[in-house]
């Protein structure tokens, strides 16, 4: 901690040394006298690569200039105090510096630099450093590409560099704790990390579906290999799509949550009741915020139940017909476009659009177990430590009644409470126990037995 800490006040400070800098020479300077760079001189201080703000100045190669933008956009949050000189006033006009640009926030009590506020520092009057500025906060930059800062857009017919610099979302996570931050999930972003305990050699699936999910983690594994060492992004997108797709409770979410754990890439769940809306553009609006910061993060996203968004499109007879295919349209781009894995659940792979389905590198089919599998399902959900009656014959029930993962963990969560509640004090999880959980779980699907 307080090693980050000390790399952030030594970029603050140095910050503030290029802002007196350049103060001092636009406002002193006289008529005859060249004006110097506002970083003439100045050099950034040695960063410490095992620091948040270090590393993160190592791995993006940063300049001088980059670096300063970078501490500007921070200092709202971290040095407010450091931005009041901007408040000077042109005595001549009775108002602020238009060079300076800025705004007054509606609850900050300071000043919020703009991309106008940036190249006033970088340049003031030099057209030249001027551009080069605008060039860092261009869309091509890293700063952009990674979500390290982001302009805001300016109102319709502005410069663009009235924009607010603005943290990205991780931004001051990384640089104070030199760690990722999870997002806040809320209407701003509906979506969860998703966790398991589970491994990869926990999967009880068909061979067929191991490899067509080995392939998922292979691309993951060597995407850099294929994309620039042999060259093939001049051919190739550079996301991956995912299709599964069987009845509930075959592990489609739990097999999402463990390709996550298996290349230590976090997986982020959408909850799509937060997204669709019955507004015109609202969804559209909802995605964009999770595509935007899933861009370029090591994340995966998955759908689940994805047929609410990625359903069949319809004849437009009506407006709502019309938008709602052109909310269809909008995904088709958005996960095109999407330099990260995606993947969708659902229990009906005829419920999503073709158009979607022609998208997808895998498309793979997540049955019901047979009895072998029900048989690995059952020992590995019971595992060692339960108690077990001499009654429960594993094999047997297995083969005598069709499950899924699903309903096997639910029949052993019955099974198991009544028995730790029996009253005449034994703790044995019997064969009645586990067979009447059965039944509450056929009952579900409208089946029964003896």
């Not at 006009?93 to 007054?104: S, V």
């Not at 605008?134 to 869309?139: F, G, V």
């Not at 691309?219 to 042999?230: A, E, G, R, T, V």
Request: aromatic share 8%; glycine share 8%.
């Amino acid at each position: 901690m307080n090693k980050n800490l000390n790399a952030i006040e030594m970029e603050l400070g140095w910050l503030g040394q290029v802002i007196d800098h350049r103060f001092m020479t636009y406002f002193k300077s006289s008529p005859d006298t060249p004006e110097t760079s506002g970083l003439s001189g100045l050099t950034p201080p040695d960063a410490d690569k095992s620091s948040g703000l270090g590393k993160l100045i190592s791995d993006y190669n940063l300049g001088a200039t980059e670096r300063m933008i970078l501490a500007l956009a921070l200092s709202p949050s971290l040095k407010p105090q450091m931005l009041d000189l901007f408040f000077t006033r042109n005595k001549k006009f009775d108002r602020g510096f238009t060079e300076f640009g800025g705004i007054k926030g509606e609850q900050h009590g300071g000043f919020l630099p703009t991309g106008e506020t940036a190249a006033f520092i970088a340049a003031g009057t030099d057209l030249d450093v001027r551009l080069k500025v605008s060039e860092i906060l261009s869309q091509d930059h890293v700063f952009c590409k990674h979500d390290l800062i982001r302009l805001q857009p300016s109102k319709d017919d502005e410069p663009r560099l009235s924009g607010t610099l603005v943290p990205g979302p991780g931004l001051m996570h990384t640089v104070c704790y030199n760690a990722s931050s999870v997002p806040e999930f809320n209407h701003k972003f509906p979506a969860q990390k998703l966790t398991t305990k589970h491994v990869w050699t926990d999967l009880v699936l068909e061979d067929s579906v191991l490899s067509q999910l080995d392939e998922i983690t292979a691309w993951l594994d060597n995407k850099s290999i294929l994309m620039d060492d042999w060259g093939l992004s001049r051919n190739l997108k550079s996301g991956y799509r995912s299709l599964f797709y069987g009845p509930p409770g075959t592990g489609k979410t739990m097999v999402a949550g463990v390709i996550g754990i298996r290349t230590g890439f976090d997986v982020y769940r959408v909850d799509l009741s937060q997204v669709v809306s019955k507004y015109i553009g609202e969804t559209e609006k909802n995605l964009s915020r999770i595509f935007d910061r899933a861009e370029h993060q090591k994340w995966i996203l998955f759908f689940d139940e994805a047929d609410s968004l990625f359903g069949q499109r319809t004849q437009t007879k009506s407006s709502n017909d019309r938008y709602s295919n052109q909310e269809v349209s909008y995904l088709l781009q958005r996960i095109e476009d999407f330099d990260g894995v995606i993947l969708l659940a659902t229990n009906l792979k005829d419920n999503i659009d073709d158009a979607f389905t022609r998208r997808f590198q895998s498309v793979i089919q997540f049955p019901v177990p047979g009895g072998q599998e029900r048989y690995k399902l059952w020992k590995m959900i019971l595992g060692d430590k339960v108690p077990v009656s001499e009654d429960v014959d594993l094999q047997h029930i297995a083969e005598s009644y069709e499950l899924t993962g699903g309903s096997i963990i639910n029949a052993v969560r019955f099974g198991a409470l009544k028995a730790v509640r029996r009253k005449n004090g034994s703790a044995l999880l019997n064969r009645s126990d586990l067979v009447e959980g059965i039944r509450r779980e056929l009952k579900k699907q409208g089946k029964s037995i003896i």
